[in-house]
């Protein structure tokens, strides 16, 4: 049996902090914090779509990633200046991205762009998975001004979404991991769920050994039950039921 060092339960989340309209210059924002890691999350909207949707009928919903030199204990140089977004960055923005689509009837949005950033304040394990889950929220948000200017006249919003993380340590499953516990795990995934139920993205590894079905079943409970916690959140900050 493992023993967390935040002395959490193996289904505990970290506690979840949401500052809803972070940035008042932004159609959706949120400061999101799960434990110590701590994301904004902006949503701009854009009258434009890239060139492959163009007179399609339908919106698009992108993400771009960053982390702030200083997120972490060692300094993170800045990708812009190294001419190039490195590979793990590609990978999280298009998680970012799939995530948030799979919430979205697009064809509701119009012909129009509404775009993600996150940025990491503070990394402590869970980064792209607490960008997901503050980046629906200030999607919401946006889709909600839209609205409101009405330039949509419905909601393309079909379900809530949102990210967490687990993993296996000294063989107990874990929820929600820190970066301290990432690093020793021996199972490490990300799961991306709809309110409903229905699964988005899994990411897992084994780290060593490899894993079982019965481990893999046991880490889909501690997340189903983990995001259900989350989205109750969400609609409580956004005051929707």
Not at 70 to 82: D, H, K, N, Y
Not at 178 to 204: C, F, H, P, R, W
Request: overall charge neutral.
């Amino acid at each position: 049996m493992y023993f967390r060092a935040d002395r959490r339960s193996p289904n505990q989340l970290r506690k979840v902090t949401i500052a809803p309209h972070y940035l008042e210059t932004a159609e959706g924002s949120v400061l999101i914090e799960m434990g110590r890691t701590k994301v904004i999350c902006t949503a701009t909207i854009e009258e434009k779509l890239p060139p492959f949707l163009r007179n399609s009928g339908q919106g698009w919903i992108t993400a771009e990633y960053g982390m702030l030199p200083r997120s972490s204990p060692e300094r993170i140089p800045r990708e812009s200046l190294a001419g190039r977004i490195g590979g793990r960055t590609q990978e999280i923005q298009r998680l970012i991205g799939r995530s948030l689509r799979a919430a979205v009837d697009l064809s509701l949005l119009g012909e129009r762009t509404i775009l993600i950033d996150c940025d990491v304040i503070r990394a402590d394990g869970g980064t792209r998975t607490a960008s997901i889950t503050g980046s629906f929220i200030a999607l919401y948000q946006a889709i909600s001004f839209l609205k409101q200017k009405k330039i949509i006249t419905q909601k393309p919003i079909k379900e809530l979404v949102a990210g967490v993380s687990v993993g296996i340590i000294e063989n107990t499953p874990l929820l929600d991991l820190s970066y301290e516990e990432d690093v020793k795990a021996e199972v490490d995934m990300n799961i991306v769920m709809t309110s409903s139920g229905k699964l988005v993205e899994i990411q897992g590894t084994a780290e060593g050994e490899p894993f079982t079905f019965s481990a893999l079943d046991k880490m889909m409970a501690l997340a189903k039950e983990g995001i259900k916690n989350l989205i109750e959140i969400q609609k409580d900050t956004l005051g929707i039921r």
